[in-house]
């Protein structure tokens, strides 16, 4: 007999993808508290800029940066100039700022992190 754990997994995190449904990652959000982030309202957005000193840190960041764009499957719009990457990102089916996009900046921060001794 099939239990509802069988049909859903034994792992919490896990989802069913019901062609034509939008999942609660999907769904507009309000602004992130713990995310160092500006949250834009006009278009909704959320913004970074990310400064450097060091040349082939700044490099290594944006191939870094696109790698995982790449690999997520979710892209944000980067504004290159040297010694400053800015970053907008949002759900563009949307037009507005969900789950999906506040994990992406929290990858990002990541990364930024791994080039100045941060975590």
């Given at each position: ?18 062609p ?7 769904m ?15 278009p ?76």
């Open positions: 007999m099939l239990t509802l754990a069988d049909l859903l997994g034994d792992q919490p995190d896990e989802a069913i993808d019901i034509g449904t939008i999942m609660t990652r999907d507009p959000i309000k602004a992130p508290e713990k995310l160092d982030w500006a949250y834009r309202q006009d909704r957005r959320l913004t970074k800029m990310f400064k450097f000193s060091d040349e082939s840190k700044y490099n290594a960041f944006v191939i870094d940066l696109l790698e995982h764009q790449s690999e997520s499957g979710h892209h944000g719009r980067i504004t290159l100039q040297y010694p400053q990457v800015k970053i907008e990102v949002w759900t563009h089916s949307l037009d507005d700022v969900t789950d999906i996009d506040v994990e992406w900046a929290v990858s990002v921060n990541e990364i930024y992190g791994g080039y100045h001794g941060q975590k």
